[in-house]
């Protein structure tokens, strides 16, 4: 590829790569671990989508490569992968619950710590739950699974109308999830933990909601963009599917 003497040319990169470095600049710059108190342990924790659809003994394994965590977040997790998961891992997780009521998104959480499950009426979205989870009997946090409604423009080729709808209203839904989860959050005192699957990016109305109250886990010591969807390429109705291109999957905390 030859040189490209057209200084318009280079003006015309200059505002895009500005702001890219703007916004991921500092993703790529070599972290150290953060320090952290040895007392409570550190606690270790994997947010995971199994994707409902997904038949293979194989999924399972995922929580036994990441070396088993102390908490295991799940999203889209069906009553067979239930079944599924407990079988591959479920000795080494005293505690867990699971929420197949809300179709192709249920919840699950396995721990290796007591789990209390709390109830709250502040949520629009079905598939935001919380827990209690207690250290060594006197150290607890709130963790927050969630895993809010996509939209799919793939499945409304053809109709204009319904596509503009649809990402409208759940676009409206992430944000009012991320506005209302800020807000519980700063009415409690608790150490807190929010995970799961949000179906936004970290450019989202949701995300700088949820960023008023929380740090970034990526952010404070990933590398990279840290990509997470679409998992794997392929196809959907003869258009080519290309794998990682967006972080939708998040692990964010308090002080």
Not at 24 to 37: D, N, S, V, W
Not at 101 to 106: A, K, L, V
Not at 121 to 128: D, G, M, R
């Amino acid at each position: 590829m030859g040189w490209i003497r057209q200084p318009t040319y280079w003006l015309g990169l200059l505002l895009p790569t500005t702001l890219f470095l703007y916004l991921y600049g500092t993703l790529f710059i070599p972290k150290q671990p953060p320090a952290y108190r040895p007392t409570p342990a550190p606690v270790r924790l994997l947010t995971f989508n199994y994707w409902h659809g997904s038949q293979s003994t194989e999924t399972a394994q995922v929580i036994l490569d990441n070396a088993l965590p102390d908490i295991v977040a799940l999203q889209e997790a069906s009553p067979q992968a239930q079944r599924r998961i407990l079988q591959t891992v479920g000795q080494h997780y005293p505690y867990f619950f699971f929420d197949t009521t809300i179709g192709r998104r249920g919840i699950g959480v396995l721990s290796r710590y007591p789990l209390e499950k709390i109830s709250s009426n502040a949520f629009i979205e079905l598939s935001c739950h919380q827990y209690r989870v207690t250290i060594d009997a006197a150290y607890h946090f709130r963790l927050y699974n969630c895993h809010p409604h996509s939209i799919n423009v793939l499945y409304y080729l053809g109709n204009l109308s319904s596509i503009i709808q649809q990402v409208q209203e759940s676009f409206r839904l992430r944000t009012l999830l991320g506005q209302q989860l800020a807000d519980e959050i700063r009415a409690h005192t608790e150490p807190t933990i929010v995970v799961g699957d949000f179906n936004t990016t970290d450019q989202s109305d949701a995300y700088t909601h949820l960023r008023t109250i929380l740090h970034d886990a990526h952010r404070a010591i990933g590398w990279g963009l840290g990509h997470t969807f679409p998992t794997y390429g392929g196809y959907f109705r003869q258009i080519p599917i290309v794998p990682r291109q967006v972080r939708i999957d998040m692990i964010l905390y308090t002080n």
